[in-house]
C-alpha cells in the first residue's frame, strides 16, 4: 500500500509558478510510474503529466508543455511539479498518482494510488 500526500499548492497570479511535491511512503517508490493530474470544479479530471520510474521517459498533456516540467528524486521518495507561466485556466486540485507499471499512461482508472490532491487557483 502506497501513501501518497501532496503540497506547495496555494494562490498565485497569472504569469506566476508554484512547485508542487508528492512524498511517497509505504511502498518502493522506485517501482511506480508516477503521474499529476488535476480537476477543476464540474470537471473531469484530466491528465497533466507522468514519469517513468528511473526519469527515462515523460509525457504531458498539449495544454501544459512547455509551462510544466515533472520530475522526481527516487532517494527522496518524492515527484514534482513545477509550474511556470501559470494561468487562471490552471486552476484546479492537483492530483499525484502511482501506476505499477513500465508504461506511461494519461489513463487516471489505471493508477493505483492517489494523494489527497493540493489547490492551484490563478487570478487573472
Known amino acids: 500500500q502506497v501513501q501518497l500526500v501532496e503540497s506547495g499548492g496555494g494562490l498565485v497570479q497569472a504569469g506566476g509558478s508554484l512547485r508542487l511535491s508528492c512524498a511517497a511512503s509505504g511502498g518502493t517508490f522506485s517501482r511506480y510510474a508516477m503521474g499529476w ?52 485556466e490552471d486552476t484546479a486540485v492537483y492530483y499525484c498518482a502511482a501506476d505499477y507499471t513500465v508504461v506511461l499512461t494519461p489513463q487516471w482508472y489505471e493508477y493505483d494510488y492517489w494523494g489527497q490532491g493540493t489547490q492551484v487557483t490563478v487570478s487573472s
Not at 508543455?65 to 520530475?71: A, D, H, L, P, V
Open 37 to 88: 493530474f488535476r480537476q477543476a470544479p464540474g470537471k473531469e479530471r484530466d491528465f497533466v503529466a507522468a514519469i517513468s520510474w528511473n526519469s527515462g521517459s515523460i509525457y504531458y498533456a498539449d495544454s501544459v508543455k512547455g509551462r510544466f516540467t515533472i520530475s522526481r528524486v527516487n532517494a527522496k521518495n518524492t515527484v514534482y511539479l513545477q509550474m511556470n507561466s501559470l494561468e487562471p
